[in-house]
């Protein structure tokens, strides 16, 4: 006898202790995750007036690694939470497990993130969501109040912040203004209502909340609503393009399957992947670590360093400037011989002081670079800046004086060039004490090429304009006493009076005397033949270092001097020389006459000379 098989159906009551058993294992679970967090306690308790409130949450991950930290913060708020838990105070929350538990590798955004060991060990701080305030009588709801301002050195017409509120008005999104979107966060605006569509369903304020299985809420940071075209956006997924869904391209409206369309899509791997860029770069931003901040840092240091250099090259220059020392020597180069002042004292800086020292052993000697400025050509380029420098100045000060007077005189250089000095003199009062200083002032060498009294009259003429200097506020011209300077119908005093009859010509009175002098003594035979002995005198002993010992033996005081062929005045000291030791100088002769060691060729010539001295 067969039996046919027969459904056997629980009971009523056997049926509730089912479901009684189930909810209690479910009440068992609940709050569970919580065991993987540690709550740090505050003084400062929050209202419980259904506000979502999280300040300044971090969370620390046991990895060092940047991409496995941000990779672990999307997986908690993908599975577990989006954001900040509710709760009393502040809420630390610290990884008790490996990431490698709940979480895969991940390729970094290799665009946006420096690769190296400085990329470790960075703190997550990323967590940071805005307080929502909702109030009783559902009056506008305004979040993420924070200053939508310009990010440093982006200029102010570069961006409309109003449309960048709006992801719908949002342009191509490139680099500069990715940056400046993830630097201020996504803005969330809540309202009492939204407009209806044509079914009359319309977007509400629950749909930024996530209700997890627990019955915990946890805010959607990465959602933002767009006014203009009543839509909303994944902020990340249309910053990073990452997606080709609606919500990160056009916008979605679709309110009646938003609810599920939202719970696909934060649980997509391209939800997932443009969430983790958006973490990156956020982390990046603050803590200035993106390629532009790494390149700038790179830049300022550099400029820093070459401003340095500089600096201490241009004080170097005024030095040996100040002290009339040459700065080049024979050679160019750091570490040779007769390289000059100028790179000798940069060696001897390179040994105490730190920038030089990096310049020099790190830069050139490592041939690191080829732009040292220790060059000739950089030296006479801080040397004219300087020139330029001091002598705008020195014109400053002369055009507050208003009236003076120009002194010009002519000689040709080592190099055989005619080089004529232009000097202004002026009066200065000083504001404060009232005092009235006469100053001469060196304003230029001018190389001439013809020295007729027009070619210099135009030369004077140029000069005064391109210094800017009024010709009708000179009072006085000074030169020497050529026939082109001081000609009484053709010079050029006379053409500059032609022009400005107050500037008046005065000879150099020391020049004139000068030439008096030497007209006089060479119409004298008795002066020509005193001054040829008195030069004797000084060849004779200067010639040979044993005559000097000897003259120095007998001349403890003055010794005898040179004539000078430009200047008289000098010729006073070797007359006094001849004038107050004449007995011991005949002493000196008498003694090499008198030397009968000087038996050779050489000694017999110098005894010959010295008594016919």
Known sequence: MSYSAKRTRLSGAEYQKTRIARELEISKQKDRILNFFQPVPTSNSQNKNNNISSDNTEIESDNTGVCDNVQALVEKETHVSESNLENDGNLTLKAKTSPEDYCESIECHEDLLIEGNEANNITLSILKDETLHNNSNCEMVEQNDQDFSLVEDTPADSFDLELLKDPKMWPVICDKIRMFLVQKGPYQTHSKSYPKDDTGRRFTINHFFRKLSNGMEVKRSWLVYSGTGDSVFCYCCKLFNETKSSLGKEGYHDWKNIAETLKQHERSPHHETSFLKWKELEIRINNSKTIGNINEKIIKTEIQHWRQVIERIISLIRVLGNQNLALRGTHDKLNLENNGNFLKFVEF?????????????????????????????????????????????????????????????????????????????????????????????????????????????KVLLDKLREFEVKLEDMRGQGYDNGANMRGKHSGVQARILELNSRAFYVPCNAHTLNLVLNDSANCCLEAVSFFSLI????????????????????????????????????????VKAIRFQLNEICDALSDIVEDNTLTNASGVKSRSEAQGI
């Open 349 to 457: 800086l390179g040994k105490f002081d730190p920038v030089m020292k990096e310049h020099i052993i790190r830069r050139i000697t490592s041939d690191e670079i080829h732009t040292h400025y220790l060059g000739k050509e950089i030296q006479n380029e801080i040397i004219n800046l300087l020139a330029k420098k001091i002598r705008l100045h020195i014109l400053n000060c002369l055009k507050k004086a208003k009236y003076y007077s120009i002194v010009l005189d002519c000689t040709p250089d080592i190099s055989n060039k005619e080089q004529m000095t232009m000097i202004f003199r002026f009066v200065t009062i000083s504001e404060d004490t009232g005092e009235v200083t006469i100053n001469e002032h060196f304003v230029d060498f001018i190389q001439l090429y013809d020295t007729s009294r027009f070619n210099m009259t």
């Open 535 to 574: 030069q004797a005198i000084y060849n004779f002993f200067s010639s040979s270092t044993h005559r000097w010992d000897i003259l120095i033996k007998y001349l403890p005081g003055l010794t005898v001097k040179p004539l000078s062929a430009t200047r008289w005045e000098s010729r006073v000291d070797a």
